[in-house]
């Protein structure tokens, strides 16, 4: 059964917005309680409006009214920032199957508005109204639409936010759009709101020190062989110099587009090739993040590029992943290709009619805009210079994983323009934590006179795309950065990192069916209920009926083979496998729940509390169950002894278990007839292997006996004529 979940939310108190017709009211598939208002719509990125921009904007928990903004550019080039954002610092994440969404209590928006753009025109929901196919960029253009676009945010589309507070944020690619974006704005004297910061994460602000970066890197990761080290380090491949540190190697290196490099065919170039490439089973994106499966890692290429002949990106992703803290990379580009590309979603977040109409494909990435991109821009310094002459009262970060465009190749780049631009040397280098834990390292440049401060942050696990691998460190770091309290990533004031589970929607409408334009018959049905968000005046979504309907949907229904199995011979696979699928369909993203890590301190919700109920409760299911074991008691006690609400739960869990076991048993009465069925066949085989033996016999016997006789009559001849002949 496919389900949808549509949500019609209206929330009290919202401030009002001048084009209210981009408030996003039905959002399919979300599960629980929001308290935010969420707008969605078309941003003119030209004079003429043909270059139309989709933009996506989650209003702040606290006080939209007053926080500030940040202006979130992906990638690539080519890749949506709306796609990438459900896979990272979204208030939501896509569930598995890509039907619904579930919550992320580290979504960017809980202390700022959180404004996202599609970008450049051809990516994502962002088109051109005169060619549809549109798919040509180069630096200078795409910071142009920017602006503009920018500019129509400001002026038309949400016109509460002029005057504002804002920031610039963005990953890899947007180390070239942002500071090209920001040194015209910042050169924009009326520009209409008030620019406050930059944040560039992981990006391609200088690809020569950045390849160099990664060479030294990868040697010391132990992909360099020390034999091949010490020739990247002699005359033949390093200038003379004693600190390998300086070499040049980029000069070995050949590149189509200014952004792709592999070696070329010196020595040097040969020994560079494999650094300069993905290897196979392996996380692009994040090199120590083992994601695994029985298939190949597509890894080359990541996210960064999802040409349309690679068929659907979910092939790009593994299935699993030993991330302790509930990395999302492995499986969530493929749910969230299939999400947005649910026409119900799409007419949800307002996109344009005529991207309806052409019934036009959203890809994580467009393969044509990166394949035809113009880059010229290989280096960020002009841009940082520009910025920095116009600008004061500004705060300027750059983050860094642990892989691609990485930390070395960053912060040397800040390094070299921190004097020229009356930058003081850089303050002690200081750890931060996040809940106790070492979250990374920072350090901070400053222009006294102009109070222009540059921080090198790195988040400790990250990888290329640190908001999926650590979403927790990641959500602090950047509520530090716009808040500027003090060159203190750690602080926490005001800001909850322990972020509990919002409830879960209780009033449910469930529509049985693909799409509005699906042909087959569907179904809905209502479960009303009382709501516990005050904001929230009506509200459509999975009850707690529906919400463990769909967790035994998944969890038994339809892998009862494999429960089964594990249940009998692996017990402790059958739990592993229990957990994660329910972090995976119900979602928390901050931690993996399993029995020993459910204690008082941790924070606790009835989701939470259904959880714990059915790892405890499964593995004790029978056939022949009248009544709750007592292990269902005993975790009842357990849930409330934690402060969750077992009611929801607790009224339909038994007949829900049972139906389950009934659908179990069917299936599994059909497998011992499909069992009889092949053993019936196996006997009738075997009975015509014995009807071809017994033929076989017969005509073995038969043929001998016609041997021996054509024998006889053969001696008797002979010896007649040898008669015959005598006489």
């Given at each position: 059964m496919i389900w949808r979940i549509i949500v019609f939310a209206s929330l009290s108190g919202v401030i009002g917005a001048e084009n209210s017709g981009d408030l996003v009211v039905d959002l399919p598939g979300v599960l629980f309680q929001t308290n935010f208002s969420t707008y969605s719509g078309v941003l003119y990125a030209n004079v003429e409006q043909t270059w139309k921009m989709q933009y996506l904007l989650f209003e702040s928990k606290s006080d939209p009214s007053t926080d500030p903004l940040i202006v979130w550019y992906s990638g690539g080039p080519g890749c949506s920032g709306i796609s990438e954002v459900f896979q990272e610092h979204a208030p939501f994440y896509v569930t598995g199957d890509g039907g619904s969404l579930f919550e992320n209590v580290f979504g960017w928006n809980a202390k700022a508005n959180f404004l996202i753009v599609d970008s450049p025109i051809g990516v994502g929901f962002s088109f051109d109204s005169n060619n549809m196919s549109y798919s040509e960029a180069d630096d200078s253009q795409t910071a142009q639409q920017n602006y503009v676009a920018l500019k129509d945010f400001f002026n038309r589309a949400q016109t509460k936010y002029k005057g504002r507070e804002f920031f610039i944020a963005g990953v890899s690619f947007a180390g070239v759009y942002i500071p090209m974006l920001s040194a015209i704005i910042a050169e924009d004297d009326s520009f209409p709101a008030q620019f406050k910061g930059l944040a560039i994460g992981d990006g391609l602000i200088h690809v020569e020190m950045l390849n160099n970066a990664l060479i030294l890197w990868s040697f010391y990761h132990g992909r360099i062989s020390l034999k091949d080290w010490e020739t990247l380090k002699s005359k033949e491949c390093c200038d003379p110099n004693p600190d390998s540190d300086s070499c040049d190697w980029s000069k070995f290196l050949i590149t189509r587009n200014g952004f792709d490099f592999e070696g070329d065919n010196t020595t040097c170039g040969k020994i560079l090739q494999p650094i300069m490439q993905a290897p196979e089973h392996v996380n692009a994106m994040n090199y120590y993040h083992a994601c695994y499966d029985n298939s190949e890692f597509k890894g080359s290429q990541d996210r960064t590029i999802t040409l349309s002949s690679r068929g659907n990106p979910a092939e790009q992703f593994n299935r699993d992943s030993t991330d302790s803290l509930n990395g999302y990379s492995c499986w969530s580009g493929g749910p969230t290709y299939v999400y947005l590309n649910n026409v119900a979603v799409q007419k949800a977040l307002n996109v344009d009619q005529q991207f309806l109409d052409a019934k036009k494909e959203m890809g994580n990435c467009n393969g044509d805009v990166y394949e035809q991109y113009v880059f010229s821009n290989p280096d960020m310094r002009p841009y940082f210079e520009r910025i920095v002459a116009k600008v004061s009262n500004f705060h300027i970060l750059i983050y860094n994983g642990d892989a691609i465009c990485n930390f070395l190749g960053c912060a040397k780049f800040i390094d070299s323009i921190a004097k020229p631009l009356s930058f003081s040397d850089p303050e002690a280098r200081e750890r931060w934590y996040f809940r106790g834990a070492l979250a990374g390292f920072y350090q901070r440049y400053r222009n006294e006179q102009k109070n222009i401060s540059?921080?090198?942050?790195?988040?400790?696990?990250?990888?290329?795309?640190?908001?999926?691998?650590?979403?927790?460190?990641?959500?602090?770091?950047?509520?530090?950065?716009?808040?500027?309290?003090?060159?203190?990533?750690?602080?926490?004031?005001e800001l909850d990192v322990n972020p509990q589970l919002s409830p879960l929607l209780e009033s449910v409408q469930t529509t049985t069916g693909t799409s509005e334009e699906s042909n087959s018959p569907q179904t809905t049905t209502e479960t009303s209920g009382k709501s516990n968000s005050p904001q929230t005046t009506t509200t459509t979504s999975k009850g707690a009926q529906e919400y463990c309907n769909l967790l035994f949907e998944v969890l038994i229904m339809k892998s009862r083979v494999k429960l089964k199995f594990n249940l009998e011979e692996r017990p402790g696979g059958h739990a592993r496998f229990l957990v994660g699928n329910l972090a995976l369909y119900c979602g928390e993203s901050s931690r993996r729940l399993t029995p020993d890590t459910l204690v008082p301190d941790k924070p606790t919700s009835t989701l939470v509390f259904c959880r714990f109920l059915l790892l405890h409760f499964l593995p004790f299911i029978d056939s022949k169950m009248t009544e709750p074991p007592p292990e269902y008691s005993e975790a009842i006690r357990t849930g409330i002894s934690l402060g969750a609400n077992p009611s929801q739960c607790e009224a339909n869990m038994i007949p829900l278990l049972s139906q389950a076991v009934l659908d179990q048993s069917a299936t599994i009465v059909k497998l011992e007839k499909q069992i009889e069925l092949q053993n019936d066949e196996i006997k009738l085989l075997k009975a015509k292997v014995d009807d071809l033996q017994i033929f076989h016999g017969e005509r073995r016997r038969n043929v001998a006996l016609e041997l021996f006789c054509a024998l006889i009559i053969f001696f008797f001849v002979v010896a007649f004529i040898r008669l015959f002949r005598t006489r």
């Open positions: 540059m921080d090198v942050t790195t988040i400790n696990g990250g990888g290329h795309l640190s908001p999926i691998d650590r979403p927790g460190p990641t959500f602090l770091m950047i509520n530090n950065f716009i808040r500027d309290i003090s060159c203190n990533y750690s602080n926490t004031d």
